[in-house]
């Protein structure tokens, strides 16, 4: 499989909770390498765009509350399989239905508030990345 890059972030409810160290020994466990980390705030302009394909969705207006109460993580992950690997470890959107071991059914509350995104295929990851990195932020960050 092909080494790919991948879009996290380690959501308030999980920064709140003291486990960005947890959640990033998961990921890290699994083979993914950290390549570019930082803790923002989102604004409400920027989380509203971030997920403007839920705009419709009768939880986005909570999910764009719940995303700026705090400060998050956000990192670009890089392996083999990044997206789906990530995805594997993350576990399913809703804590109750995730697997044991992954992210989301050690550190999540609920669906809403469940600890952690990631990039839902490679295109995503690409915009998503975009969204908090640029081209020479990343460049900047390049490992020899
Ligand atoms: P995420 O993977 O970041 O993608 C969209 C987010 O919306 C999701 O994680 C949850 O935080 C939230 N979400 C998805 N489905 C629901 C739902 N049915 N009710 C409330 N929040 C949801």
Redesign the pocket.
């Known amino acids: 499989m092909a080494i790919e890059r991948t879009f996290s972030?380690i959501?308030p409810d999980a920064v709140a909770n003291n486990v960005i160290g947890g959640v990033t020994a998961k990921l890290e466990a699994a083979g993914l390498r950290v390549l570019a980390s930082k803790m923002v705030r989102l604004t409400e302009t920027q989380a509203k765009a971030f997920?403007a394909v839920?705009k419709e969705?009768?939880?986005y207006g909570?999910?764009v509350k719940?995303m700026t109460e705090g400060p998050v993580v956000v990192q670009v992950l890089e392996g083999e399989g990044a997206v789906a690997k990530n995805r594997q470890v993350?576990g399913a959107?809703?804590p109750e239905k995730a697997d044991a071991g992954t992210i989301r059914k050690e550190f999540a509350t609920?669906?809403?508030?469940?600890a952690?995104?990631?990039s839902?295929a490679p295109e995503t990851a690409k915009e998503e990345i975009a969204f908090f990195f640029s081209t020479a932020e990343l460049a900047s960050l390049a490992r020899s």
């Open positions: 972030i959501k997920y839920h969705r009768p939880f909570d999910l719940f993350m959107t809703n609920n669906i809403e508030r469940n952690v995104h990631g839902d």
